[in-house]
């Protein structure tokens, strides 16, 4: 893999680097959204966690769309091809994280307001709450980017299904984090290849 001048006078190693300061700006962005959620959890305050999924949806896309820049342009090189496989990769990988990240998030949170019927009552009452977890304006952000795949949070699945069981729902939250964490391991991967690329085009 030479160091060929791209358009702009950018390098392969040049690109490379662009691309890990858009990743850890990606970094960044997770630890606001997952502190924006612990607040959210201890303050109830739903204004404010909206406002968090919001800059949220507006930072990822942001850094999708630099990423996607940055592969097209090292695909306008033949010999950068494999190179750009891996940015494709990590976003593929990156695609899948934040819509496990903000199921966990959903799932979590109806537990947490206590929004399934087999954490209420013997009297079949719901236990009071400020933030009306069914329905929330909430849900419906984190449904709009396309995050939330086929997980119940508002005691109704999808096409009318009824709300999980406490068995499954511990399963679904075991399941959704072991892929969780399969996905940060190949992100992970490929970004140490990158590492490695970018320290071999350094050293020539």
């Not at 990240?101 to 009297?123: C, I, M, P, Y």
Request: aromatic content about 6%.
């Amino acid at each position: 893999m030479g160091e060929e001048v791209k358009e702009g006078g950018a390098t392969v190693r040049d690109l490379l680097l662009r691309f890990c300061k858009v990743q850890q700006q990606r970094v960044t962005q997770y630890n606001r959204l997952h502190e924006g959620f612990r607040r959210y959890l201890q303050s109830r305050e739903e204004s404010q966690f909206i406002q968090c999924l919001s800059d949220s949806t507006k930072a990822f896309s942001e850094i999708s769309a630099a990423v996607i820049a940055i592969e097209a342009t090292l695909r306008k090189e033949s010999h950068a091809h494999d190179v750009a496989d891996i940015l494709r990769r990590v976003q593929e990988g990156e695609r899948d994280k934040l819509r496990l990240t903000l199921s966990l998030q959903a799932l979590k949170r109806v537990h947490a307001f206590r929004g399934f019927s087999w954490q209420r009552d013997n009297e079949g009452n719901e236990v009071d709450h400020e933030c009306g977890v069914h329905g929330t304006d909430i849900t419906e952000r984190m449904g709009s980017l396309n995050l939330m795949g086929s997980v119940s949070v508002s005691g109704v699945g999808p096409g009318g299904n009824s709300e999980p069981s406490e068995q499954e729902y511990k399963m679904a939250v075991g399941e959704a984090t072991q892929h969780l964490e399969k996905a940060v391991i190949r992100i992970n991967d490929e970004l140490e290849e990158i590492r490695y690329m970018i320290a071999d085009l350094e050293g020539e």
